[in-house]
């Protein structure tokens, strides 16, 4: 099975909140990432949450981990059409002073107006 | 540059010739990483460097892929014998130290 499991697809009406749900399978991840991937552009790194960490908040933008179920997710407050994207969740384990990201599948977030 | 440039940003080969694919990082980034994406799919490991050592090249396919680094800044990933399997956008990305920076990557189409 893949070691970071994410649902493919969301739809929500603009001005909802989005959660975004992701699992992952490495109890010893350090870091969990989220990366927003927009048509045609790179991956932009939204927010990252050290193991250690429980949530944390920036802006819009809520990141929720728990780590005994190894269940991370990303809320979107006040979801706008420019959210519309694919989002990526991704795990990552020190590894000679060098963070490697394992990344899941993606989910599409659709916006509808 | 303020991010990680990548070149060309769209690559058509035929079946056979050898690629060069550029990676400049964000200045000051030690850390080195290379990506394969298909369609649907997220980022596939391939290699990473510090500075100009080859610290992991396990994600690789297999031996027609080869990656280097030499002065510890630009990047180039090197396919030979290029295969339609190879299709696919190829990323690179660069940290300091546990957050990754990508760049909007190269678009291999093998025909």
């Known amino acids: 099975g893949e070691d970071v499991e994410q649902s493919l697809f969301l739809s929500v009406r603009e001005g909802d909140s989005s959660v975004i749900n992701c699992t992952y399978t490495?109890?010893?991840?350090?870091?969990l990432y989220w990366y927003k991937q927009e048509p045609g552009a790179g991956l932009q790194l939204l927010t990252y949450?050290?193991?250690?960490?429980d949530m944390k908040q920036d802006q819009r933008l809520t990141v929720l981990l728990n780590k005994k179920d190894k269940h991370l997710s990303l809320r979107i407050a006040d979801t706008q059409t420019g959210d519309s994207a694919i989002y990526f969740c991704a795990e990552s384990i020190e590894t000679g002073g060098s963070y490697i990201p394992t990344f899941g599948r993606g989910t599409s977030l659709i916006v509808h107006p | 540059g303020a991010g990680v440039s990548q070149s060309p940003r769209y690559k058509v080969t035929k079946r056979g010739q050898d690629v060069a694919l550029r990676c400049d990082p964000i200045?000051?980034?030690?850390?080195l990483y290379w990506y394969r994406q298909a369609l649907g799919q997220g980022p596939e490991f391939l290699t990473y460097?510090?500075?100009?050592?080859?610290?992991?090249k396990s994600g690789l396919p297999n031996d027609r892929f080869s990656a280097e680094r030499p002065e510890g800044s630009i990047s180039t990933l090197t396919i030979q014998r290029t295969e339609q399997r190879d299709s696919a956008m190829y990323r690179c990305?660069?940290?300091?130290?546990?957050?990754?920076?990508f760049g909007d990557g190269t678009r291999l189409s093998i025909l």
């Open positions: 949450i050290f193991s250690n960490m």
């Open positions: 460097f510090n500075y100009e050592a080859q610290q992991d």
């Open positions: 200045s000051g980034h030690v850390s």
């Open positions: 990305a660069s940290s300091a130290p546990f957050a990754q920076h």
């Open positions: 490495d109890s010893s991840s350090t870091y």
